[in-house]
């Protein structure tokens, strides 16, 4: 992290790179609780599992992201010959984008579609829709699942995370490719708003912003193919956001 801006928050400019980023936090949150022991992480594990199946489930989802690597392949094309660019990076560059293409496009239907095939995971899926509806009693296979050696669990949230990973690997490509186009810049936000006009002829699709947790201030983002604004909020003792009026710096990284 660069100076004291630690804390990261971003805010899509579009409903695609919106779901995008949901998908990346369930991902992550998947990687941390699958190499965990306790039976209570790898049922929040499963859980995860089900809620990426249902933004997965977005008909076009797919459709976007092989349109969106194969956008970024063409771009890459055209710094061919440039003597700036480094043609080893930009072939290895292009392979990764190769493999997230073939990868994902082989897959099936949609991604997840595999694990609906699986009646006990689908009861499984069908019940977490209930409040309590994972207890011993309604589900004694699953309880029984839950008190299985930490191996056995693993080894299958594993199986099943698997048919995610083409989506998962070519989300975490086109993210990175999309936040390495912003050029990090510090500003202020006087009596805590901040304002820019975003220059013409470009369109962003992601704003990023680090902010010093130790100000204690949560910004509220808005914006579009214009102007951007930042807002930024105090959180009072009993959760009530206000805004606050103190002047604050902070980085903000706009990418293309």
């Known amino acids: 992290m660069r100076g004291n801006f630690r804390r990261l928050v971003q805010r899509s400019l579009n409903e695609r790179l919106r779901t995008y980023l949901r998908l990346e936090q369930l991902f992550r949150r998947l990687g941390e609780l699958i190499p965990r022991q306790h039976p ?3 049922h929040f594990a499963l859980v995860t599992i089900f809620e990426i199946m249902d933004v997965a489930a977005r008909a076009d989802l797919k459709s976007d992201v092989l349109k969106d690597i194969e956008k970024h392949k063409h771009q890459l094309d055209s710094y061919r010959g440039n ?9 290895a560059v292009v392979a990764q984008l190769d493999h997230c293409f073939t990868a994902l496009n082989q897959q099936t239907g949609k991604s997840g579609h595999a694990l609906t095939e699986n009646d006990w995971l689908m009861s499984i899926r069908s019940r977490m829709g209930i409040p309590g ?7 004694p296979a699953y309880y029984a699942w839950q008190h299985k050696d930490v191996s ?9 995370a698997s048919t995610l990973a083409p989506l998962a690997e070519s989300i975490y490509v086109l993210l990175k490719l999309l936040r390495d186009t912003g050029v990090p810049q510090k500003v202020a936000a006087e009596r805590g708003q901040f304002q820019q006009n975003l220059p013409q002829g470009r369109t962003f699709q992601l704003l990023r912003l680090r902010i010093d947790p ?3 201030l949560i ?3 808005s914006g579009n193919r214009l102007i951007v604004s930042v807002r930024l909020m105090r959180q009072e003792p009993d959760g009530r956001l206000n805004s606050s009026t103190d002047d604050a710096a902070f980085e903000l990284t706009l990418c293309a």
């Open 40 to 42: 209570l992480d790898h």
């Open 83 to 91: 003597p700036s660019i480094s043609e080893a990076a930009l072939d």
């Open 133 to 139: 509806g994972t207890c011993g009693f309604d589900l």
């Open 152 to 160: 056995v669990r693993q080894h299958a949230l594993e199986q099943w």
């Open 214 to 216: 130790a100000l204690d």
């Open 219 to 221: 910004p509220e983002i």
